[in-house]
C-alpha cells in the first residue's frame, strides 16, 4: 500500500497552576511530540503532519506527571489529504478502492 501525506489542524488549550506542564502528542502509540505549555489565556493551533498507509490511527494527547493542568483539543480537522478525523481517529482510506 501507499503511503499518504496528511496534515491534521486542531486548536489546544491548557489551564495551569504554579508550574508550567508537558503535554505530550501520539499517534497510536508512537510519541510525535512532547511540548512545554507556556501560555496563558491563550490557545494554539497545533499541526500534526502523518505519512502513513491507510488505516486508522488514534491521536492522543496526554499531560506529563507531575501536573496540576487540564488540557483540552478542540475542531481537530484534515487541512490537507484525503481522510477523515473524527473522535480523535484518523481514517486514511486506500486510494485504489
Known amino acids: 500500500m501507499t503511503k499518504q501525506f496528511i496534515r491534521v489542524l486542531y486548536n489546544i488549550d491548557c489551564e495551569w497552576e504554579s ?14 511530540a512532547e511540548r512545554t505549555w507556556r501560555w ?9 503532519q502523518i505519512e502513513a498507509e491507510p488505516g486508522e490511527y488514534v491521536i492522543r494527547h496526554e ?12 475542531d481537530m480537522r484534515v487541512d490537507f489529504g ?16
Open 63 to 74: 499531560l506529563v506527571p507531575p501536573h496540576l493542568a487540564t488540557l483540552s483539543v478542540t
Open 40 to 48: 496563558t489565556d491563550h490557545y494554539l493551533e497545533e499541526m500534526l
Open 19 to 32: 508550574f508550567e506542564p508537558i503535554y505530550r502528542t501520539y499517534v497510536n502509540d508512537e510519541l510525535f
Open 82 to 97: 484525503s481522510a477523515t478525523v473524527k473522535n480523535n481517529v484518523l481514517r486514511i482510506p486506500n486510494e485504489t478502492a
